[in-house]
């Protein structure tokens, strides 16, 4: 179980906060990218219904994820480090801002890489020509970082947690 930051750790809260945050769940995971390769399913139909091209995954979007994710994975291990230490605690504005950034961060890493799934099955039927196999490596590598970007976002979004009872009582 975890509970909300609280501005002073010890003064315990008179009633349970209304609400109660967790990670998402694996349910909530799997629809996650079960849509984004709906999504990229029906994107890659609809272009190709109305005759036009895909377009190559650019690489500098798989190097933006992975630059992210790395910030990410910095983040969420001084949030733990933060939560851990009693002089060094951080607000409930920064826990927040964190938890949503890694929520967000998961969502969309999902969704992208559920989208990139579809754009590359579409393309494994074509590697005789260039231009596919080029679109079949660039959305195989933007899998990699999409779900790398994911994964990135839910270990921030799980550094947020404070334990209810156990070592870092806070």
């Known amino acids: ?69 790395i910030a990410a994975l910095v983040a969420a291990r001084r949030m733990r480090a933060a939560l851990a230490s009693r002089k060094t605690r951080p607000s409930s504005e920064t826990g927040v801002a964190a938890l949503s950034a890694g929520r967000a961060m998961l969502v969309t890493g999902l969704l992208l890489a559920g989208g990139h799934v579809a754009y590359v099955v579409t393309q494994m039927t074509r590697l005789d020509i260039d231009l596919h196999r080029e679109r079949l490596v660039g959305g195989s590598v933007a899998i990699v970082a999409s779900a790398l970007f994911a994964w990135a976002g839910s270990r921030l979004e799980r550094a947020c947690q404070i334990p209810r009872d156990g070592g870092a009582d806070v």
């Open 1 to 69: 179980m975890t509970r909300v930051f609280d501005e002073d750790p010890d003064v315990e809260p008179e009633h349970e906060p209304g609400g109660h945050l967790r990670p998402l769940g694996v349910g909530t995971v799997l629809v996650t990218l079960l849509i984004g390769v709906l999504l990229g399913w029906a994107l890659v139909s609809l272009l190709e219904l109305v005759d036009q091209p895909l377009p190559v995954t650019p690489w500098t979007m798989s190097a933006l994820l992975v630059v992210l994710a």
